[in-house]
């Protein structure tokens, strides 16, 4: 196929020991496979994010021996027959069987056959291999068709159920490549345990599917159709239902409202309008994931078909800390997302209201460490995510946001969001005049003189006192 051979040299091209290596292997008669998710991601025409080499008819001490012929050669772990050259962001491996369980035995098999070793890997999709010397497709269980079908099939079902984990590997690749499971794939799910998990391996793939996909909204709601969601996400499964007044929601309740916000999030993160780290980006992800989640305590139907839901931000406090507790021990993202989630409202209100300047600059206080910028990028993935007409979120095409209209939509939001960056508060806060060490002398350090900064630095804000003589004269008199 085309587009393996050229992957194949342009790897070659751009990495040429890769190439020496597999022409050593093969001198020593051994064969070598690209394997995995890469297979998967050049047939479909994108980049691989991980190189996988597996190293047939050698045994393991070869397959060393032969690496450090190149280069420091580490071990992920010799017993799992895993090598990296040091410098090459690339794995090495020989064949194996792994038992079922958490700490599964491995077996190494150099004389595995193609068909045996891949029979282990979870999905049909990424059960393929090309061989490197001849740049042919090895496809024992019919992984193209399936890609080429869009459907996610288990390659060997009573093997897949030996790894839990993949359960969420399931729901991140329904989301990142918008592919659907098929009717068996989905009654083994429905049935897994999952209680021998590890929070962290949970997390990681619930990061996957936040910072991988254009519309993670599928991953969470394919939960929703095999009947997991109230168990894995019950905080989520109870917005299902929620009716919002379609003045201000016309696309449904409140479960799709969340959905199609995770999507513009989703949106937003790739734009160049958001200038984050993937630590940001995840922190917003949960946020637009929880923002709502005060609604089905708040929700009155006050007149045949008027709806409002007062008070859901400080609502959603509680149910969003419990939901992010079953998933990560990141304390500081937890105490982040919170904060999103209780003032997700305040840059349209803030505009509405017209607030002074003082009000901006005490907000980005609350706020620290997340910045107003922050704010009003879940904001405005909120006020997209009102498309009645689509799943998808309003000035979102195939995944990408539309500027332009992104801000025709959002125009209150984009007029926060200016007002913060020309009262220099967008990404930081105000920094305050009167510090600790010019009350030396006047004030022994402890909680007393904690107050009086406090007492200045709200004079600073409210009133736009920046005379440090002035201040001091203020809190101390």
């Not at 047939?43 to 397959?63: A, C, M, T």
């Not at 450090?68 to 040091?86: I, Q, T």
């Not at 068709?145 to 099939?153: A, F, G, N, P, V």
């Amino acid at each position: 196929m085309n587009q393996i051979n050229v992957f194949i040299t342009t790897l070659f091209v751009r990495m040429p020991i890769i190439k020496q290596v597999i022409d050593a292997v093969i001198a020593e008669g051994g064969r070598a496979l690209l394997v995995g998710g890469a297979v998967r991601d050049i047939l479909l025409n994108r980049v691989p994010k991980d190189i996988d080499i597996e190293l047939y008819g050698l045994k393991i001490d070869e397959i060393q021996r032969i690496l450090e012929k190149f280069g420091n050669v580490s071990m992920v772990g010799k017993s799992f027959g895993v090598f990296r050259l040091n410098g090459l962001d690339v794995d090495w491996s020989a064949p194996r069987r792994d038992s079922n369980g958490r700490k599964p035995q491995v077996e190494l098999d150099p004389d595995m056959l193609f068909e045996d070793a891949f029979r282990r890997r979870d999905l049909t999709i990424n059960a393929m291999g090309v061989d490197l010397q001849t740049g042919k497709l090895v496809d024992h269980f019919g992984g193209l068709q399936d890609l080429k079908d869009e459907k996610l099939c288990a390659t060997d079902a009573k093997l897949f159920v030996e790894d839990s984990l993949r359960f969420f590997r399931v729901m991140q690749i329904v989301g990142r490549f918008e592919m659907e499971a098929d009717a068996q794939l989905n009654k083994i799910c429905k049935k897994m345990d999952l209680s021998t998990i590890s929070r962290e391996r949970i997390e990681s793939e619930f990061n996957k599917l936040f910072l991988r996909s254009q519309r993670p909204s599928l991953g969470i709601d394919w939960l929703r159709k095999i009947g997991r969601l109230k168990e894995i996400l019950p905080e989520v499964d109870m917005l299902c239902g929620v009716q919002q007044g379609k003045k201000w929601h016309p696309e449904g309740d409140v479960y799709i409202h969340t959905l199609q916000v995770i999507d513009a999030m989703a949106a937003i993160n790739r734009s160049k309008f958001a200038h984050l780290n993937d630590q940001e980006k995840l922190m917003l992800m949960w946020a637009a994931l929880c923002h709502d989640l005060g609604k089905p305590f708040t929700s009155k139907e006050w007149e045949p078909g008027k709806i409002s839901a007062h008070g859901h931000e400080n609502a959603g406090i509680e149910p969003t800390k419990k939901l992010l507790k079953r998933f990560t021990h990141d304390k500081d993202l937890i105490d982040r997302v919170v904060k999103l989630v209780q003032y997700h409202m305040q840059p349209g209100q803030f505009i509405e209201n017209e607030a002074k300047g003082s009000a901006y600059k005490r907000l980005a206080a609350k706020l620290v460490p997340v910045t107003l910028e922050e704010l009003t990028l879940l904001a405005c993935a909120d006020k997209l995510a009102r498309n009645a007409d689509s799943t998808n979120p309003l000035a979102v095409t195939n995944g990408f946001l539309d500027l332009e209209e992104a801000k025709e939509v959002c125009k209150n939001e984009f007029n926060f969001m200016q007002t913060a960056s020309k009262l220099n508060v967008l990404r930081d806060v105000e920094a305050p005049v009167l510090l600790g060490r010019d009350l030396e002398g006047l004030v022994a350090p402890g909680p007393k003189m904690g107050r009086l900064l406090k007492k200045a630095y709200e004079i600073q804000i409210e009133e736009g006192k920046k005379n440090k003589d002035e201040l001091k004269k203020r809190i101390l008199t």
